[in-house]
Each structure stands twice: as C-alpha cells, then as structure tokens.
T-cell receptor
Framework: AQSVSQHNHHVILSEAASLELGCNYS??????LFWYVQYPGQHLQLLLK??????LVKGIKGFEAEFIKSKFSFNLRKPSVQWSDTAEYFC??????????????FGDGTTLTVKP | DTGVSQNPRHKITKRGQNVTFRCDPI?????LYWYRQTLGQGPEFLTY????????KSRLLSDRFSAERPKGSFSTLEIQRTEQGDSAMYLC???????????FGPGTRLTVT
C-alpha cells in the first residue's frame, strides 16, 4: 500500500526565512503529487501539483516543489516566508498509472508557524 | 459561492445514533470523494464516486458506513450506530475526471458523546 511521510510535524520560522518541508512517498510506479495547504479556519486548498514533465513545479504564493524520482521525494520550498504562510501543509499522492484512479494518500501534515 | 459545500458543519450525536452528512460538489465535477480526518493526521480516504458509481471503498469503511450519490450530483454519507471512535472531521472533495486535483469542502465535524 502506498504511504506518504512528512518528516517535520511542526516548523517554526521567522519572517523572511527560507522554508523546505520534506515529503517522501512509497510507491514504485508513476505518481501524481500534490501539496495542499490549510490556513487557520479555512478548508484545504491546492498549493501545487506535479503530473509529468519539468520536475520543478511552481505554485501559488511563491511556493515551489521539486520531484526527485530516485529519492521518492517531493519537497516543498519557499525562499522567503511571510507571517501569512502560517498554516498546515499536506503532501498527497495519487498513483498515475490509471486515469480512473482516484484514491489520494495524504501525509499527516506539517504545521508551519511564521513569527512576525 | 460555487465551491464544494457540506452540511451540517457540526453534528453532535449520542453513541448508537445514526447520522447523515451531505456534500454538494462543484457542479461540473463528476468525481466526488469522502475523507475522514482526525486531529494530528492527514485526510484518510474513505470512498469515491465517478458520477453515480462508487468506484473504490477503503477498508476503513466498516459496514456501519454507507455512501450514495444517486443522481451523480450530491452525495450522502451515513454512519449507523455511531461510536465514539467515529468522532472526526468528515471531508468531501470533488474533481473532474483525470484532473486529479481535488477541491475540498469545509467539512462536517462529528462529535459522538
């Protein structure tokens, strides 16, 4: 069964610091990869996604993620965080072998607190 | 607002009672998903529909849980004989076929006392 591991449960940064959140998945085949964000009091929303092509993908609000197939990783990065980035971040994977596949597997999330 | 909506937003019930939640997806989305989320964990897949067909169901979904999407639009998730362990946030999401990115609703928080 596929699984997603997010190594950092809680990250605390000061504004303008750089961010990297780790995500590793266990699935040997083609995958679709996602980062979702949940701001306080709001519902989950898509931050960025990788299906194929350029392994460096850019999302909203200056976030980017890099897919490294050999490491089964899809780490999220942002060069300079803002207080408004305080949120919970979830990595998710869907097997890409079948366009009918719909089951997402989520990691347990990383809570990011940005101090002003 | 044309996003995914869920009702009710909160439900408190006594152990042993049945509860039903409703999800209205984005209108042009033919896929609909149900997840359960407990504190400190990510969403756990329960089941998903493509139009009215239920295509996959997690082993987490015991026989007390049933989901329907009778006309391929809104969906209901029913939990029979609720247990305290059913207390969680129940999330609904929708997507178009093949797009995979899912749009989430606000969730229904269930508390079983």
């Amino acid at each position: 069964a596929q699984s997603v591991s997010q190594h950092n449960h809680h990250v605390i940064l000061s504004e303008a610091a750089s961010l990297e959140l780790g995500c590793n998945y266990s699935y040997g085949g083609t995958v679709n990869l996602f980062w979702y964000v949940q701001y306080p009091g709001q519902h989950l929303q898509l931050l960025l996604k990788y299906f194929s092509g350029d392994p460096l993908v850019k999302g909203i609000k200056g976030f980017e993620a890099e897919f490294i197939k050999s490491k089964f990783s899809f780490n999220l990065r942002k060069p300079s965080v803002q207080w408004s980035d305080t949120a919970e971040y979830f990595c998710a994977v869907i097997p890409g072998y079948n366009t009918n596949a719909g089951k997402s597997t989520f990691g347990d999330g990383t809570t990011l607190t940005v101090k002003p | 607002d044309t996003g995914v909506s869920q009702n009710p937003r909160h439900k408190i019930t006594k152990r042993g009672q049945n509860v039903t939640f409703r999800c209205d997806p984005i209108s042009e989305h033919n896929r609909l998903y149900w997840y359960r989320q407990t504190l400190g964990q990510g969403p756990e897949f329960l089941t998903y529909f493509q139009n009215e067909a239920q295509l996959e169901k997690s082993r987490l979904l015991s026989d007390r849980f049933s989901a329907e999407r009778p006309k391929g639009s809104f969906s209901t998730l029913e939990i029979q004989r609720t247990e305290q362990g059913d207390s969680a946030m129940y999330l609904c999401a929708s997507s178009t076929q093949g797009a995979h990115e899912q749009y989430f609703g606000p969730g229904t928080r269930l508390t079983v006392t």
